[in-house]
């Protein structure tokens, strides 16, 4: 129609279209590319280098012209950036704090000037990211630049961080991680792909020079996959790797990592499928128009899923139905792209879907309408693996309660959107989603001052807020908790399959015999499944102690399936009625303190007066997690737009501990206390060397007001057992003292789900010093037994 | 020209469930306020659809036969001929679409567009305007009188004494008897939203409004220190897709005051546009209550011909 007709003022006071829209000019950039030859460098000791001889990437605009072209760095790069970083990391982390607040600041300054370069190149690359949310995060991380010495004492920078980032992540997201590992004293190495994101992580590593960041202090690496990525993680001077992207590539980039000995963590923000949750006393119109407004964007980082409230479910489709009516079609990455998006509207047609659609599909080509799946469930196709293109399913819920069991269904724990005037409901629901972010009566709200992880797979890492900045700090007193190394080569299916050796009878005095342990699952103390049980070699290693179960994958099974029973209640009760429990806990050791404190001594060898004594530092340190329950306890963060925002920190469900050798009890109770003290359920496997402890403190644990199930003691294997707990896709996170093997088996396994991991590598010689009790120490173990979720809700 | 609304009978369970977000309607104003407008020969077709939508008004005490005749010559030929012309637009019938006047002014009007040999409508505001705080019997023989004084729409205000104390029936009854005493004339009914309180009254007295049989609703007097806003709009519009959607009727949306600029107008459009869609881009469905409007909008249409920006004294007065 439009073709057809000429654009006369009188047809158009018919047709009252708008007309072509006014294409930006793009003048600046374009001027800025020339510059550099449109074929851009790498960045490292403070300006661009184009080392010779490197294949280089093209990168083309949506109309398929040349916009420039990019490096793939080498070997050699990568060790060139790494010196760069040290260096500019011992310029940067010399500053005072004052002084790298004002660099921040300053390129504040900077974008005022040089903005309309900058969001002229985004546009080219397509990358939109607004100057005003990066004026933002420059704004705020300065502050926390200025003030992490008065707030955040006794913490410093980890060294150099390489952050690494898929080619579909957003210019934003990666600048919330460089920003606050900046702000923190670090030095960054960048890892970009050299897709849309790169040309502008460049001009801003330029301006960042400009705005008197020393040379070195950020680094941009330019290259074709995540195998840079990984180059980048093995060279000894980065002390940490964090990812942004998809999911794919940050499980590549663990599993490529695993075994170096340098810690990443991953915050997988692109692809999640996200709830869209109307509830019946929600403003229709307005969740109408936030549900087209977040569905059907060319570039959508997540997947949105409509679920519908059954009573409103008519008056929501009609106004879908008006408000979509004329939508133009949205561009399509490929042709590619519109096959998958036709076969997927196909198989949703077969099962009964019917269609919610602007206009009808046009002949193939790389674009499709807007359209809405009605009639989807959580078994869709079409649900359980997202389509590229415009597609929205909706489904539908009956009652509030189901409407959250319907969010909470998914792999993923990323987001949620959710319509209602009713108060009470609205945080109910939040309370109840297990996902990073709840947006109330709004959608996709970021802002660096909200603390969001990813629940569930979606992601091990906190980013935004004050807690996103721990990340990028370390205790000033501990020491890096793994070697680096290089991995070794392992086959992973064989990790923790070698049997233990087989107890065979002897002639041995009965009266003498060593006495059998039971483990404790589920509230009740019990033999292991295979009924099987390995002894206990005394501390010099010349006799047998005691005999202990021989747990496996079907104990720790049942172990997971009673805490995962009890967690949510447990989460769910106030701290001060958990504090009350944990000091039930402590006066349950006080009283079996004789008994407890002889099993220390006979299993490690200690006086009894030594063993004593850990008894008593233990009971003091769960005492002092007793105390912690109902103090830390979240916030209201500031946002700059108007509304109540809410950080919660949340626990992160089942955690499996396998313990250290070291101060068997005193290191036990430390883990444990920390992990229920913030909401948890426990799965602990004792050190195998010295089981015996914690065997003796599972009377303690039935004698306790702790629900049954909360904390599961199971002995065996160390290897089978952390197996086990690897391959349980409820256990969230996994802290691990052990073999270098386990530290990269853990590593390489758990992906998919992503499960956090705090793993140390148990040297001979001790690491960590449990007698300490440093409030920074508890500090530390807290913020690792939670995750964050932050709640927005605005208000005019 | 479809059917008029005939109104239904007051329904309370609906006008109970109604809820209204409202940051995110504040959100859904900024959205369309940041719309880019149209460009060219599309702005000026948009801006003579503008010009076609306007109620020309003059609503002031000193209002005598000689300032309502200028203005009625004005909204006959709102737009310089030769203008048109060059647009190939003269023969289109660019008049605005009605003149607004109080009721005692209803009889020179309309004398002087039969003088012009124009059927343009005349519209009066009625039912005591602006405060609407006289008794219910004269405010009905108000628009009796405007009535049989030749008036074919009746701009009447509700009583906002009854819409704010929740007096939903009491209110429906008496605009329905308003509604009776027009007759074949069209009711535009005024809800005065600066004075309603919360954007939940506005969409309540909308459908109040509607069932009681309004042909259009209306933003507000021009009198109010809050006139037509942007998000109080969206509010009203919403309200009148959600009586559509459940009756089958169309009515129409009236913002009035305030609105002067031609990009103002476009806005509006826009925003009719995008929430109502383009069968309500018509002088039936929308109109834009306003009297320096058209000044600013013959200005832009004397740039789009001539590429020059005409000086005010270089363009017919009203």
Known sequence: ?796 | MSARNPGMKLDLGWISKVRVNTHAVLKRAQTIQGHKTPKKQWQAAWLLKAVTCIDLTTLAGDDTPSNVHRLCLKAIQPVPYHLLNKMDMHDQGVTTAAVCVYPSRVADAVKSLKAANSSLAVASVATGFPAGQTPLETRLQEVRLAVANGATEIDIVINRTLALTGQWEAMYEEVRQFREACGDAHMKTILAVGELGTFTNVYKASLVAMMAGSDFIKTSTGKESVNATYPVAIVMVRAIRDYFLCTGHKVGFKPAGGIRTAHESLLWLTLIKEELGHDWLCPHLFRLGASSLLADIERQIYHHVTGQYAAYHELPMA
């Open chain 1, 1 to 796: 129609m439009a073709g057809s007709t000429i654009n006369t003022v009188q047809n158009i006071f018919q047709s009252m279209e708008y007309g072509p829209a006014a294409t930006p000019s793009t003048a600046t950039a374009q001027a800025w590319l020339d510059k550099h030859s449109r074929s851009l460098g790498l960045f490292f000791d403070g300006k661009f280098v184009r080392p010779a001889d490197r294949q280089s990437r093209s990168l083309a605009d949506s109309k398929g012209g040349h916009v420039c072209s990019t490096v793939c760095a080498v070997e050699a790069d990568v060790s060139q950036a790494a010196s760069s970083a040290v260096s500019g990391h011992k310029a940067w982390s010399g500053l005072s704090c004052y002084q790298r607040a004002k660099v921040l600041l300053r390129l504040v300054g900077v974008l005022g000037q040089h903005g309309q370069c900058l969001s002229e190149l985004c546009e080219l690359c397509e990358a939109s990211c607004s100057p005003s949310a990066l004026v933002r995060l420059l704004q705020y991380y300065s502050s926390w630049a200025q003030l992490r010495d008065t707030l955040i004492p006794n913490w410093t920078p980890l060294g150099v961080v390489a952050v690494v980032v898929s080619e579909d992540c957003s210019l934003y997201s990666l600048m919330l991680k460089v920003l606050p590992a900046l702000a923190m004293g670090n030095s960054v190495v960048v890892v970009v792909p050299g897709q849309s994101s790169a040309p502008p992580a460049l001009l801003l590593a330029q301006l960042f020079v400009g705005a008197g960041l020393p040379a070195g202090a950020l680094n941009v690496l330019t290259g074709s996959d995540m195998s840079l990525g990984v180059k980048v993680a093995q060279n000894p001077s980065i002390s940490f790797v964090t990812y942004s992207g998809n999911k794919q590539d940050g499980v590549t980039l663990c599993k490529a990592t695993a075994g170096m000995g340098v810690p990443v963590s991953v915050s997988p923000n692109i692809g999640a499928t996200c709830p869209f949750i109307i509830f019946e006393s929600a403003d229709i119109d307005s969740a109408v128009d936030a549900v087209i407004e977040a569905a059907f964007k060319k570039k959508r980082e997540v997947h949105w899923v409509l679920c519908v409230q059954e009573s409103v479910l008519d008056s929501v489709v009609a106004r879908l139905r008006l408000r979509m009516a004329g939508m133009k079609c949205v561009a399509l990455h490929s042709e590619g792209d519109r096959v998958l998006v036709d076969t997927a509207v196909q198989v949703a047609q077969q099962q009964g879907a019917t269609l919610v659609q602007s206009c009808a599909a046009p002949t193939p080509g790389a674009q499709y309408p807007p359209t809405v799946l009605c009639g989807a469930a959580p078994s869709s196709p079409f649900v359980v693996s997202p389509s590229p293109g415009p597609l929205l399913p909706l489904m539908t819920f009956r009652s509030n309660t189901e409407a959250v069991t319907l969010g909470n269904h998914s792999p993923h724990g990323q987001a949620a959107s959710i319509w209602t005037e009713d108060l009470t409901l609205a945080l109910d629901t939040a309370k109840s989603l297990s996902v990073g972010s709840v947006w109330v009566n709004s959608h996709s709200v970021s802002d660096p001052c909200l603390p969001v992880s990813g629940h569930k797979d979606s992601g091990t890492c906190t980013d935004g807020g004050h807690e996103g900045l721990y990340q990028f700090l370390r205790l000033s007193s501990s020491s890096s908790p793994l070697p680096r190394s290089s991995p070794v080569s392992m086959d992973y299916s064989k990790f923790g399959t070698a049997a233990s050796p087989a107890i065979i009878p002897d002639d041995s005095d009965p009266a003498s015999a060593p006495m059998p342990y039971l483990q404790f699952v589920g509230g009740k103390p019990c033999k292991s499944v295979s009924g099987c049980s390995v002894a206990v070699q005394s501390p010099g290693g010349g006799s047998v102690l005691a005999y202990c179960p021989d747990g496996g994958r079907k104990d720790v099974r049942n172990a997971v399936e009673a805490a995962v029973k009890v967690q949510p209640g447990w989460m769910k009760k106030s701290p001060s009625a958990r504090a009350q429990s944990l000091y039930s806990l402590t006066k349950g050791l006080e009283a079996k303190r004789r008994d407890i404190a002889a099993s220390v001594s006979v299993q490690t060898g200690l006086s009894m007066d030594e063993a004593d004594t850990e008894v008593e530092l233990s009971i003091a340190r769960l005492s002092d997690w007793a105390a912690y329950c109902d103090k830390n306890q979240g916030g209201t963060p500031p946002l700059p737009q108007s509304g109540s925002a809410l950080s919660l920190p949340e626990a992160l469900g089942v955690v499996g501990l396998v313990l250290p050798d070291e101060n068997p009890l005193l290191s036990m109770v430390t883990l444990l206390g920390a992990a229920i003290a913030s909401g948890n359920a426990v799965v602990m496997v004792p050190s195998q060397k010295y089981p015996l402890p914690a065997l003796a403190f599972i009377q303690v644990l039935q004698a306790s007001d702790l629900p049954a199930g909360l904390v599961n003691v199971i002995t065996g294997s160390r290897d089978e057992l952390t197996a086990a707990l690897a391959n349980h896709s409820v256990i969230k996170a996994i802290w691990y003292w052990g073999s270098a093997e386990g530290c990269q088996y853990l590593q390489y396994t758990c992906t998919s789900p992503l499960k956090i991991l705090h793993l140390f590598c148990q040297k001979e010689d001790g690491g960590k010093d449990w007698t300490k009790s440093h409030p920074s120490l508890l500090e530390e173990m807290w913020r690792k037994a939670v995750q964050w979720k932050s709640v927005w809700i605005p208000t005019a």
